[in-house]
């Protein structure tokens, strides 16, 4: 038997987290091994306990929570054959853009060759604001992939692109990245 794919979620501090919990089921039905990893403002969100019991396995909050032998970043990372974060707020887009390693997530997304999935979410301003999108360039030109964002109307009832992509277009994008469809 083949050794379960390991994929590395993401799970950053926007109202769809909540959508987070879903992907992850879908992931771990699918005979993925998820690895969630959230930021301290994605916990506000959701609990790390709703991902632990999807997933089966730890959530990943924060740096220092486990004195092993290898830092954990870098056990992770070299586990890690995709990396995904859904929802990915603008504030991770800018720190994965320009390198910042300020909190576990930002710095395990450094320390990951692999190839990456980001589906952002965030209101319609600030998904049109320039330094957003010279993110997202720079993003793309390093060969990142994005699922969405889409059109229609966001949590605080703004409508234009910014919201998540659904979960099933990025479930599906997922597979497809995964060689697994
Ligand atoms: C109720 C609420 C909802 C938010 N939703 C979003 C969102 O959908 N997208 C986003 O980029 N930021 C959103 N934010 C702002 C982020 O939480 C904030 O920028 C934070 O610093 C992100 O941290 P993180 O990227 O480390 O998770 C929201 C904030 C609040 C209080």
Not at 37 to 55: I, W, Y
Not at 56 to 66: F, S
Request: hydrophobic share 45%; charged share 15%.
């Amino acid at each position: 038997m083949s050794e379960p794919v390991v994929i590395t979620l993401g799970v950053t501090g926007g109202i769809a987290a909540y959508k987070a919990a879903d992907l992850c089921s879908k992931l771990t039905q699918k005979g993925f091994q998820v690895q969630v990893v959230m930021t301290e403002n994605a916990t506000k969100f959701v609990a790390p306990l709703t991902f632990q019991t999807l997933s089966r396995r730890p959530v990943i909050t924060q740096l220092w929570e486990h004195a092993d032998w290898k830092p954990e970043h870098v056990a992770v990372a070299q586990e890690t054959k995709l990396f995904v974060v859904a929802p990915c707020t603008a504030n991770f887009l800018a720190k994965y853009a320009h390198g910042l390693a300020d909190d576990a997530l930002s710095t395990f997304a450094i320390s990951m060759h692999c190839p990456a999935l980001l589906a952002p979410a965030m209101n319609p301003a600030m998904w049109s604001h320039p330094a957003v999108q010279e993110n997202v360039r720079i993003l793309q030109s390093r060969g990142v992939h994005f699922a969405g964002p889409a059109k229609g109307r966001v949590a605080c009832g703004a409508d234009g692109v910014g919201r998540m992509a659904s979960v099933e277009e990025i479930f599906l994008a997922i597979c497809e990245l995964a060689g697994k469809r």
